[in-house]
Structure formats: structure tokens, C-alpha cells
């Protein structure tokens, strides 16, 4: 579904991405761990192609495909779909109209808010005076009418309270098709710094990002399990432990 070569990106004359490889098979789920600052959030941005994120070299391969300088339209149409972190408040747009553009379906939206208790929010503009739980909703229920192949989530559950974390976490089941065969399900890479997600979806393989850079895959409940225990610096020293055997 996924294939990245020796991505490096640079963001206002500074290098954040330093050679990132990572492969994601069709159905699969991968969690990303890292520091704050560490380029996870570059790393979404980069692959949906948003500007300011100036790739220096290497390519990014979506279904087979070349998409490293595709604009960001030819992406989402291609099956690329990502949730922010902090979405934009989008003034004058009624979330409505906006799921209906992402759907051939003219009653998308009535359906998804029905499902999902969220009715009184479509004629109401896009995220303005919405809670952060609110607002994740708003983005999944986005996604959902969109049904992309690949979804980027950057830190889901984060700002949500307890009551709209199980909905939500429903939500992305829904979006992942965790309920069905592996091989008909969409793919995932989602950025976590509580974890709380791998109660919730089971992700088939974690990654730490530090400095630009993925450190260490492995499976996402052994990786978060080390990182609570021992921290990311952990991370740094084992795998500066595991060139030297190389050397």
C-alpha cells in the first residue's frame, strides 16, 4: 500500500525527515511512536503533500505509485486520507456540504451523524465552537464519507474525554474495517503518545521516530510497554548498540 525510500524532507531550510524507509502491506496497521519534535507529524504532512514540506530526495510509493510530488487533490483522490491533529476551523462551511463533497452519496451526512449522534452538528460550520471531542468526530465522520485507502491519523485520541474516546476509537475500527478480512481492509499509519488507541484497534507493527529518523520496529504493544518503562532515550541507546555489532 505504502513504500517509502530514503525520504528526506526539509521544512524552512532545516532538515527534519533523515532518510525515512518504511513499508506498509494492504490491511495493515502501523502505530508511530516518538518525542515531540521528533518528525511525525512532518512525515503525515509530507505524504498527503501539503507545501512547505520540501522533499531533497527520495520517493514515496502509494499502490505502487510514484506520488513524492503528486498536489495534495491528486492524493486524496488517489486514496490518501488524513485526520489533524488541530484541523482548521473552516468558517462559512456547514459540515454538511462538506461531507457531501467527499461522497457520491447525497445522504452521507445524515446517515454518518445518525450513526454516530452527531445530527445537530451538520448545519453548523466546520469545527467553530466545537470541543475537542467534537472535533475528532468531525474529522472521522470526514474520513468516513471519503472511505480512503490509506488513512494518516495524527494522535486520534488526543483532547478527547473518556466518553467520546470509546466513539471515537469506534470510528477508526470503522474506517480500518477491522471486522473483515485482512486482505479487503483500509491500511493505517496513526501517531499515538498515550497508547490509548492499542486498546482499542490492534496495530500490526510500531515504529519509534527520534530525531528525523525511525529508530526501532517491532510490535506496538512490546515497543509502548518499553518506552513507559525505560523512555525513548532507551530507544537511541539500543539501537546505537545494534551498529556497533555491525561494525
Not at 35 to 47: D, E, F, H, P
Not at 124 to 146: P, T, Y
Not at 149 to 155: A, F, M, N, V
Amino acid at each position: 500500500m505504502l513504500k517509502i525510500e530514503d525520504l528526506w524532507v526539509e521544512v524552512q531550510g532545516r532538515d527534519i525527515l533523515k532518510g525515512i524507509n518504511l513499508k506498509i502491506g494492504t490491511g495493515e496497521t502501523h502505530c508511530l511512536f516518538g518525542k515531540n519534535g521528533s518528525g511525525k507529524t512532518t512525515l503525515l504532512m509530507t505524504l498527503m503533500g501539503f507545501s512547505g514540506y520540501r522533499v531533497k530526495h527520495g520517493h514515496i510509493l502509494f499502490k505502487g505509485e510514484d506520488i513524492t510530488y503528486l498536489p495534495i487533490n491528486e492524493r486524496a483522490r488517489r486514496g490518501l486520507g488524513v485526520a489533524f491533529q488541530r484541523p482548521p476551523t473552516l468558517r462559512g462551511v456547514q459540515l454538511k456540504n462538506l461531507l457531501a463533497l467527499y461522497s457520491k452519496e447525497t445522504d452521507i451526512g445524515s446517515r454518518l451523524a445518525l450513526a454516530y449522534n452527531f445530527e445537530d452538528f451538520l448545519e453548523r460550520q466546520v469545527n467553530l465552537g466545537f470541543s475537542g471531542g467534537e472535533i475528532k468526530k468531525s474529522e472521522l465522520l470526514q474520513l468516513l464519507a471519503q472511505s480512503p485507502d490509506l488513512l494518516l491519523l495524527d494522535e486520534p485520541e488526543s483532547g478527547v474525554d473518556v466518553e467520546n474516546l470509546d466513539v471515537i476509537c469506534q470510528m477508526i475500527r470503522k474506517l480500518l474495517q477491522k471486522d473483515i478480512p485482512a486482505k479487503r481492509r483500509k491500511s493505517g499509519l496513526i501517531i499515538t503518545h498515550t497508547g490509548l488507541i492499542l486498546n482499542y484497534v490492534n496495530a500490526d507493527r510500531g515504529h519509534v521516530m527520534l530525531n528525523g529518523q525511525i529508530y526501532c520496529h517491532g510490535n506496538p504493544l512490546d515497543i509502548f510497554e518499553r518506552i513507559k518503562n525505560y523512555g525513548y532515550e532507551e530507544c537511541a541507546k539500543c539501537r546505537l548498540f545494534e551498529q556497533s555489532l555491525k561494525i
